[in-house]
Nanobody, 120 residues
Framework: QVRLVESGGGLVQPGGSLNVSCAASGRIFSSNIMGWYRQAPGKERELVAT???????NYGDFVKGRFTISRDNAKSTVYLQMNSLKPEDTAVYYC??????????????WGQGTQVTVSS
């Protein structure tokens, strides 16, 4: 089991920036995919971005180059830098971890989420 704790959410004005982080602890294996998902009120949870242990990234269609996901393995932390924020970015942002051993999927964990509100 991997414990994920998100932080850094808050209130930001449209066009502003915010950096949220996800600190991981527990059984973290060398092969994994970390990601951010978000869910706005009344909407389904959607992919924001993922990053593999090898550094490969994948972004949701609505990000449009505004967000950047990164990871610091030494700190066991994944970051999501959000720029040019829009009101529609308002949502609870959840951290996700998928762990693998020798190419086999073994776990899927979620954090409790951090609220991001974009409003003037």
């Amino acid at each position: 089991q991997v414990r994920l704790v998100e932080s850094g959410g808050g209130l930001v004005q449209p066009g502003g920036s915010l950096n949220v982080s996800c600190a991981a602890s527990g059984r973290i294996f060398s092969s994994n995919i970390m990601g951010w998902y978000r869910q706005a009120p009344g909407k389904e949870r959607e992919l924001v971005a993922t990053i593999s242990s090898g550094g490969s990234t994948n972004y949701g269609d609505f990000v449009k180059g505004r967000f950047t996901i990164s990871r610091d393995n030494a700190k066991s932390t994944v970051y999501l830098q959000m720029n040019s924020l829009k009101p529609e970015d308002t949502a609870v942002y959840y951290c996700n971890s998928k762990q693998y051993i020798n190419g086999y999927y073994i776990s899927d964990d979620w954090g409790q989420g951090t609220q991001v509100t974009v409003s003037s």
